[in-house]
């Protein structure tokens, strides 16, 4: 017999949510102009959004909070950040910052000069916005499996080697910034890359002197895959395979409204003193005095309590990763198309597979998670063409090849009973997908367009 699992905590209070009927939902994604970011979360029943920022929160960080130490320099609790920082992920030089982008701004600009090269393992959005801003050129090295929803390749987050080794011989390796290395690959579904491969990509760069920077902010989900999959590491910690993984790069952004368990925050980390003190300079301009970049006193308490906290043993990876599975497994065993392997942090639908009867430059994940949303109230977001954005030299619209509704969970928030509901809503709305339309753009704005865009249903031909 498989035994259960179990959550490793029990709930201390409550936060009622609202239940609307079919009639104002409809209404309110009218309004939000078919777009589940404009929504109001009053009107959303089950939000899987995002899992940022969205995470429950212990009693052991909200009462760190009271310690908050708010003194605008040298506050004892950036010290104790760093302190936390060090032991768990091992770099020795924290910058604070008010979340990840704002560490991906001050990487971007300090390592990047007009015209270089920055390869990674498939984009983030918020990353390469900050690249291509900075005046890179960010090339996709990431295997091509990542492409392919249903590739059960184990580590789809790897980097190809063979892909990077060609795009630093394009240019020359002066000319690559450094290769950005994302963990728990966000966008291919919240794939991980295997340590074999972190450590191959870090070997690779060494040699040729290019920089090795991890988007940390996953790198915990990162780590319990490894210890799931791959050969050697079974008997490991979540916390030791963790600290191997960061060990083989120079530094890492991380926005710790993911892994490490807070509302708000992010951090950069590196290496290099010399480093450190050019995105010193920068972070008081954009975030902050360099001990507190964009948090408050209490924000770093909670997150010390928190980046602890998530290794101090690996039930809260198990349980974490596992409600992800939970929902996952329940949709494949309905035939729903969904990215596989299940990821760390959410399942995301293939809405290309759903919704043949749309092309892509009409949207279906947008439809999709409209259509979710009408039928039960919650609340996902699409991950395809319109979050790709347009190629800012020709203008046209990037085809990505995955067209996806990602279902976010947020951490500690949900109970196996919403999962429940979850996976009989979009089971209802799939087997009635012939009557989904595709959507035209109303308001497209210039940059990250999807958090801001509205569309209207395409008349029905
Ligand atoms: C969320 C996220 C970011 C951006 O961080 P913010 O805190 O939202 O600014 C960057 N990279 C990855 C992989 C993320 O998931």
Redesign the pocket.
Known sequence: MTRSWAEPWKIKMVEPITVTTRDERERAIVDAGYNTFLLKSDDVYIDLL?D??TTAMSDRQWSAMMLGDESYAGARSFYKLVAAVHDVYGYEELIPT???????HLLSQILIEQGDVVPGNMY????RYHQERAGGRFVDVIIDEAHDPTSMHPFKGNIDIDKLAAAVDEVGAERVAYVSF??????AGGQPASMANIKAVYAFCRERGILVML?A??ALENAYFIQQREGGYEDRSVASILREITENSDGA?V????DNLVN???FLALRDPELARKARALLVAFEGLHTYGGMSGRDMEALATGIREMVATDDHARSRVGQVEYLGNKLIKYGIPVVKPIGG?GVFLDAAAMLPHIPQDQFPAQALAAAIYVDSGVRGMERGIVSAGRDPETGENRRPKLELVRLTIPRRVYTQSHMDVVAESVIEVYEQRDAITGLRFTYEPESLRFFQATFEPLPTT
């Open positions: 995002t940022s920022g008010h979340q990840g982008r704002g560490a991906e983030f959005t918020t990353t994302e963990t728990n690959v966000n966008l988007d902010t996953r952004t926005s710790s409204k993911k708000i925050g992010g942090h």
